[in-house]
T-cell receptor, first 115, second 115 residues
């Protein structure tokens, strides 16, 4: 079982460049999430999606865009990368059982450095 | 807004002893769930245990248990018989799939198990 797969695992960008992080899950989960984790801190929610074709802003959405054209994929885009976006990015997914909280399953993370 | 507080940046425990990692939360939701995740130095996020606000009994999963005190708004993780492999960062989180945008993590506690 692949679970949640993130690509790429590492990337170095120059300020102003753009890129897209890909998240794919094979568990047929309705919900998907993008987080960032800065050194010594917890995860902060960037954007999330509760179903195919829907996205919403989380706690720290500025500078990022997302799309969920297919249920299994959730893309995170940086249009013009800034050094402040240097972080580890985690994708997660979870099922939805009619109001019963479900654990989020995480990918292994993408380490992104902006020079 | 939901807030998760972990007051212990770092903890040490002797191998085979028990350790308690603190977590307090602040939420206005009448129904909520609390999760604990482990993040080893390799970086992945591993789900450990879940406690629902209406659960009558404290959650247990093997060597992990939750000391849930609703009136104090605390959900402390207890690890019994610590092992060297327990050395990791531990995160308390409130993940609401009924309101996915409220997914909130604490800043984590680094646990070091001494031989």
């Amino acid at each position: 079982n692949a679970g949640v797969t993130q690509t790429p695992k590492f990337r170095v960008l120059k300020t102003g460049q753009s890129m897209t992080l890909l998240c794919a899950q094979d568990m047929n989960h309705e919900y998907m999430y993008w987080y960032r984790q800065d050194p010594g801190m917890g995860l902060r929610l960037i954007h999330y999606s509760v179903g195919e074709g829907t996205t919403a802003k989380g706690e720290v959405p500025d500078g990022y865009n997302v799309s969920r054209l297919k249920k299994q994929n959730f893309l995170l885009g940086l249009e013009s990368a800034a050094p402040s976006q240097t972080s580890v990015y985690f994708c997660a997914s979870s099922s939805h059982w009619g109001g019963s909280d479900q654990p989020q399953h995480f990918g292994d993370g993408t380490r992104l450095s902006i020079l | 807004a939901q807030k998760i507080t972990q007051t212990q940046p770092g903890m040490f425990v002797q191998e085979k002893e028990a350790v308690t990692l603190d977590c307090t939360y602040d939420t206005s939701d009448p129904s909520y769930g609390l999760f604990w995740y482990k993040q080893p130095s390799s970086g992945e996020m591993i789900f450990l245990i879940y406690q629902g606000s209406y659960d009558q009994q404290n959650a247990t999963e093997g060597r992990y248990s939750l000391n849930f005190q609703k009136a104090r708004k605390s959900a402390n993780l207890v690890i019994s018989a610590s092992q060297l492999g327990d050395s990791a960062m531990y995160f308390c989180a409130s993940l609401r799939d009924t309101n996915a945008g409220k997914s909130t993590f604490g800043d984590g506690t680094t646990l070091t198990v001494k031989p």
